[in-house]
């Protein structure tokens, strides 16, 4: 069973190429997830048999300054989600339904009775002056699983920095290299800028507002994903903007691949993804997440991605781009086949 989290769609699109090399590998997948993660996995893979988990329903608030007050608001309601789908687990396995979980951090899909998974780049996680309690409150939930694997490379040439890389002999992750679906193709060049929007509202709305606003009848050619998984795919062109609610994989690798420049979040996911690719891009960290802040900080001290506040950004921003390296070299595919050796008991 491979559960990602819905926070955004980064957790489950990093899981893609995870469920793609279990199925190479000869295993049976269960998707098991919620809202649009669980409809991005359902149409990427429409032959698996999937499940929907309880939903936790993590909302941010319209103000990043407000981000941690409204997130302890909802933590009763993410307890309550956690202990569903403990019992959710406890019956497919009951059921020997499943015999093996990946989790990607949903700490309450997990079982003592088959091998279990934890996948998370957060063994620090960062929230202001309550880091070292977030990061202790997520570090006893990894170490519930049988095994930690974190998505990056364990040298200094690592994409996480301190996020993924801790001193501690609390817990000993394995380092499973970057996870990306996507790949760098020789292709021509369609569009000056794409824009990829992605994580929970209203952070979403109103950075798709921002762009629409500052590319509105620009000279560049400008594609915007709205990143909102629904039933049918509409693509549409406003003020010189195309603009389409979602692409499949094949379709977003090949818009990747066809533009100059790509403007999105500072997610992890999305950095993966970028760096697979050797792509240059500019970064808009969320309002009040401290992770993507340090993300986008960290690159752009190393000289790789500029980034700026979302208050701050304008068509001006992108004239800083030209003294940025931008990602190097597409990463070689990691095989992985060795680390599920642990569902077979060997």
């Known amino acids: 069973m491979v559960a990602p989290l819905n926070w955004g769609l980064g957790h489950a ?85 499943i015999h093996g979980i990946i989790s990607d951090n949903r700490p309450g899909v997990r079982s003592k009775k088959i091998p279990s998974v934890y996948i998370t780049h957060q063994l620090h996680v960062l929230s202001g002056s309550t880091s070292w309690l977030s990061s202790s409150i997520h570090l006893g939930l990894a170490r519930k699983f049988h095994e930690c694997w974190v998505p990056d490379f364990s040298g200094a040439e690592n994409l996480s920095g301190k996020l993924g890389h801790i001193s501690s002999d609390s817990i000993s992750p394995k380092y499973i290299g970057p996870l990306s679906r996507m790949k760098a193709r020789e292709t021509k060049i369609r569009y000056d800028i794409l824009c990829l929007l992605s994580g929970p509202e209203p952070q979403r709305s109103i950075l798709e507002n921002k762009l629409r606003h500052v590319f509105k009848n620009s000279p560049k050619k400008v594609l915007l994903v709205q990143g909102n998984v629904e039933d049918e795919k509409i693509r549409t062109v406003e003020n010189g903007i195309e603009i389409i609610n979602f692409l499949t994989t094949p379709e977003l690798e090949q818009a990747i691949n066809e533009s100059e420049l790509v403007i999105a979040r500072s997610g992890y996911t999305t950095i993966m993804d970028l760096s697979a690719m050797g792509k240059k891009a500019f970064f808009i960290p969320t309002p009040g997440q401290y992770e993507q802040r340090y993300l986008a900080k960290r690159l752009k001290s190393k000289g790789i991605i500029p980034s700026c506040k979302q208050s701050n950004f304008d068509i001006h921003q992108l004239k800083r781009i030209a003294a940025y390296s931008g990602f190097k070299a597409p990463m070689e595919e990691v095989d992985r086949r060795d680390l599920f050796r642990l569902f077979e008991g060997k």
């Open 13 to 97: 699109t990093r899981c893609i190429p995870l469920i793609n090399q279990l199925l190479q590998s000869g295993y049976e997948v269960l998707i098991g997830s919620d809202g649009a993660a669980l409809k991005l996995l359902r149409a990427e893979f429409p032959s698996l048999e999937s499940i929907e988990l309880p939903l936790y329903n993590i909302q941010y608030s319209n103000s990043g300054s407000f981000l941690k007050a409204k997130l302890l608001q909802q933590l009763p309601h993410i307890s309550n989600a956690i202990s569903a789908e403990k019992k959710m687990v406890k019956e497919l396995v009951k059921a020997q339904r």
